[in-house]
């Protein structure tokens, strides 16, 4: 399993790990930590992390080969949702493109990857509790549906990374992408992206999926099926 460094507090998982990266040159670890100041999320949305939640950045080398790094995003969303599922009971957990994490539709989990010349730092948040009042737009814990601890969680996530990493590092997205669908919330159903973080430019049509580049499809009512490579979904409970 990756090496797991655990630490009690940083500002920022991911920001902890490019100091570990730039003062060893070690690039194939995993940071976790008990508390996160000042963490955040796609659309620099804040990821706060209280103590008893999960922070960790998961870091690899960067491939000579570029080109399918988008997709490495969706790899985590299906990591962390085995991850959740084993644990889990009496709950439907879906991954809301690209790698949001939802229980009974209700955000709990959270990704950012980043990435300089030398490594990609996969920052994950997973909230335990649902009172974690630095998020935004979250609305669920794993207390409530597990009596599992963040250790075991973690033990449970980093198991599924080094499993679904060894096979896209191989094979490509391709060999996951149907994995990956059958996981998605909103698979061919009216599905609504905004393209502004103000929802002010908004797109819809029916989610057929992704490509094997990563970006979410969606069909027009005239038949013609466009794909996108980013956007933040919309769902109306």
Not at 58 to 85: C, F, Y
Not at 93 to 109: E, F, H, R
Request: aromatic share 6%; charged share 20%.
């Amino acid at each position: 399993m990756t090496e797991l460094i655990t630490i009690d507090s940083v500002d920022s998982t991911n920001n902890e790990a490019r100091r570990i990266v730039q003062h060893t040159g070690n690039m194939n670890f995993a940071l976790s930590a008990r508390e996160q100041t000042a963490g955040k999320e796609r659309y620099n949305r804040k990821w706060i992390s209280a103590p008893g939640n999960i922070a960790v950045t998961i870091v690899v080398p960067l491939p000579d080969d570029r080109t399918s790094l988008p997709t490495l995003s969706l790899v985590a969303g299906i990591a962390i949702h085995d991850a959740l599922s084993l644990i889990i009971r009496d709950a439907e957990v879906q991954i809301k493109w690209p790698n949001d994490i939802l229980i009974n539709g209700a955000k709990v989990s959270g990704t950012l990857i980043e990435a300089d010349p030398r490594a990609i730092y996969v920052g994950i948040g997973i909230n335990m509790t649902a009172d974690n009042l630095g998020l935004e737009n979250i609305a669920a814990g794993l207390a409530g549906f597990t009596d599992k601890d963040a250790q075991d969680v973690l033990h449970s996530l980093l198991h599924r990374w080094d499993d679904y990493f060894s096979l896209w590092k191989t094979y490509g997205f391709s060999v996951l992408r149907s994995s990956y669908e059958g996981r998605m919330k909103g698979l061919n159903q009216m599905t609504e992206i905004s393209l502004d973080a103000g929802k002010t430019q908004i797109v819809s049509g029916i989610c057929r999926g992704t490509d094997t580049e990563g970006r979410i499809l969606l069909e027009t009512p005239d038949g013609v099926v466009k794909a996108w490579n980013y956007g933040d979904v919309l769902f109306h409970n």
